[in-house]
């Protein structure tokens, strides 16, 4: 199984990045994804979670309403559209697939992908 985090790179704040996360080895659809963040010297957090169909989206309160995730599933490709960018925006994006529902909490993780920088500059 591989996740593929790509999309991040340097914005300044108020800018916007798509990250795209391309999954193989597994069956895509049958799996909630999630995307997480660390930010240095502090510990992986939350960010957002979608359901299988994409019909069901939970995020952090942080990014409630600037950050959309979404998913492709044809595609065997989720996304998180970052709008508004913050300084605080600013950490190594991971995405995750789980078997249940939210995927919000590292125990529900079946696999991660490797993070992808973003790094939002004043």
């Known amino acids: 199984v591989q996740l593929q985090a790509s999309g991040g790179g340097l914005v300044q704040a108020g800018g916007s990045l798509r990250l795209s996360c391309a999954a193989s080895g597994l069956t895509f659809s049958r799996y909630r994804m999630g995307w997480f963040r660390q930010a240095p010297a502090k510990e992986r957090e939350f960010v957002a979670a979608?359901?299988?169909?994409?019909?069901?989206?939970l995020y952090a309160d942080s990014v409630k309403g600037r950050f959309t995730i979404s998913r492709d599933n044809a595609q065997n490709t989720a996304y998180l559209q970052m709008n508004n960018l913050k300084l605080e925006d600013t950490a190594v994006y991971f995405c995750?697939?789980?078997?249940?529902?939210?995927?919000?909490?590292?125990?529900?993780?079946?696999?991660w992908g490797k993070g992808t920088l973003v790094t939002v500059s004043s």
């Open positions: 995750a697939s789980c078997n249940n529902w939210p995927c919000r909490s590292s125990i529900n993780v079946d696999y």
């Open positions: 979608i359901s299988r169909s994409g019909g069901s989206t």
